[in-house]
Nanobody
C-alpha cells in the first residue's frame, strides 16, 4: 500500500518562503513520478508541480514558474517543493500525489492528506 505524508505547511508573509516535503512509502516501481496539487476555497484542485525519475524532468503550472522548485531525495523517496516569493494567491491546501506527470487530475491514484499553506498580504 502506497502512503504519502506531507509536511512543511504553515503561515508566511507575502514574499516569504516555505519548503514542503512528501515522504512516500510502498512504491515498488523503478520508475516513478510524484508531485503536488493544491486546492483553494471555491477553486478547482489544480496541479502545481511534478517530477519524474525517468530523466529527472519537471513540470510546473504557469503561475508558479520561476518561484517554485521541485526536487527528490531518491534514497528515501522524499519529494521537496521549495516555494519562494509566495503570494496570497498561493494560499491553499497542498496535496502530494502519485503519479504526477503534467498535473493531470485523472491519472492520480494516491493522495496525501494535505498540508495548509497560508500566505498573508
Amino acid at each position: 500500500q502506497v502512503q504519502l505524508v506531507e509536511s512543511g505547511g504553515g503561515l508566511v508573509h507575502s514574499g516569504g518562503s516555505l519548503r514542503l516535503s512528501c515522504a512516500a512509502s510502498g512504491l515498488t516501481l523503478d520508475y516513478y513520478s510524484i508531485g503536488w496539487f493544491r486546492q483553494a476555497p471555491g477553486k478547482e484542485r489544480e496541479g502545481v508541480s511534478c517530477i519524474s525519475s525517468v530523466d529527472g524532468s519537471t513540470w510546473y503550472v504557469d503561475s508558479v514558474k520561476g518561484r517554485f522548485t521541485i526536487a527528490t531525495s531518491t534514497s528515501n523517496k522524499t519529494v521537496h517543493l521549495q516555494m519562494n516569493s509566495l503570494k496570497p494567491e498561493d494560499t491553499a491546501v497542498y496535496y502530494c500525489a502519485h503519479p504526477c506527470m503534467t498535473g493531470e487530475l485523472q491519472i492520480v491514484g494516491y493522495w496525501g492528506q494535505g498540508t495548509q499553506v497560508t500566505v498573508s498580504s
